[in-house]
């Protein structure tokens, strides 16, 4: 099948297809698409490795507690599925410093990418529990089933990206 | 099989599509995120915005005919509004958010793999730091529905037509001015 060779699909019929998929979640599985609490039962893991106690302790990894389960395999899911689209595509390429027409210090500088990947990163995680979902939850599930929280949300990451990226870059 | 393996198969054959899709819509890649938050590429708005429309439509069509229910987050201001924020900063400085930086890991990115997945589980950790102390003041002020035709007791097609036709506007929009 050639178009599934294609590198680049239109945003409309991407946007149309994760729209689709939203539908068969909540038939299939009884679950809206969503990915940051994955993290956060992966950050109990480690840390239960390290310091039990504690993690027994933290009201949060009662909540959420440190286990794999249907989400989780959701994301190990995106991780397999971008990369056989990027196989299919010839795209896959072992990089460290991204391609971009943004050149900064950022990403640009081997250790002014280590910074900024794992300095975005740390504010991601924290952002996203934070505010009880990411893009995905929030920004894709959470709208579309009118969650006013959820718009909040959405134009708050928005928001405070592209004030961000207009800003350093 | 056991009803909890099931579970995790279907887990991983959502996300295995899923990742399929973030990838081929090009949103795995760190020039695209950036791009998006630049005002410069708008392929992370047109796919958000599409999959609203058509997920929107759908689900509550679903749940009309009893065949799914929903499950829509109900988060306070405190929550959404601050931590909102600060994930936009993140997602400006890193380039890519926890759904799109697992696709980006897929296609090759170790700046992804390595420093940005190390990032996001150090800030989660933290965060469950900040909740033991923090979360009883920030889960204050939740609204008393969680979607607005709820909050406005009126039927939710009355808010999905005019949503939708307000999103289909700011797409038209963004094609007429060449985005």
């Given at each position: ?32 698409l969503g990915t940051s ?26 909540k959420y507690t440190p ?103 | ?179």
């Amino acid at each position: 099948m050639e178009i599934f060779r294609q590198s680049q699909w239109s945003p409309y019929i991407v946007g149309f297809a994760i729209g689709v998929l939203s539908w068969l979640s909540f038939l299939i599985s009884r679950k809206a698409l969503g990915t940051s609490t994955s993290f956060a039962r992966t950050s109990g893991m480690i840390r239960k490795k390290y310091n039990p106690e504690l993690v027994l302790e933290l009201k949060y990894y009662q909540k959420y507690t440190p286990e794999i389960d249907w989400q989780w395999m959701l994301v190990l899911g995106i991780f397999i599925g971008s990369f056989i689209s990027a196989q299919l595509s010839g795209q896959f390429e072992l990089s460290f410093l991204p391609a971009t027409d943004f050149p900064s210090v950022l990403n640009q500088n081997f250790l002014g990418r280590i910074f900024s990947a794992l300095f975005g990163g740390i504010l991601v995680g924290f952002g996203a529990r934070w505010a009880g979902g990411c893009t995905s939850g929030h920004g894709i599930s959470g709208t579309m089933q009118l969650s006013i929280s959820s718009w909040l949300a959405a134009i708050s990451f928005f928001l405070g990206g592209i004030i961000t990226a207009l800003l350093i870059y | 099989m056991t009803t909890k393996k099931a579970k995790l198969l279907k887990g991983l054959f959502t996300g295995i599509v899923f990742g399929f899709l973030l990838q081929k819509g090009g949103v795995t890649q760190y020039n695209v995120i950036v791009g998006q938050l630049r005002l410069a590429d708008f392929t992370v708005v047109k796919i958000i915005i599409t999959a609203i429309i058509t997920g929107m439509v759908g689900i509550y069509f679903l749940r009309d005919k009893n065949l799914i229910e929903l499950s829509p987050k109900n988060k306070s201001p405190l929550q959404v509004i601050p931590g909102g924020l600060l994930f936009g900063i993140g997602f400006a400085v890193l380039g890519y958010c926890p759904g799109t930086i697992v696709g980006a890991m897929g296609q090759g990115s170790l700046d992804a793999l390595l420093p940005g997945l190390a990032g996001i589980l150090i800030g989660s950790a933290l965060y469950a730091n900040f909740h033991q102390k923090f979360s009883g003041l920030i889960n204050k002020g939740k609204f008393s529905q969680a979607t607005l035709p709820e909050k406005l007791n009126i039927n939710h097609w009355k808010i999905i037509f005019p949503v939708v036709a307000i999103l289909i506007s700011v797409l038209i929009i963004i094609e007429l001015y060449g985005f």
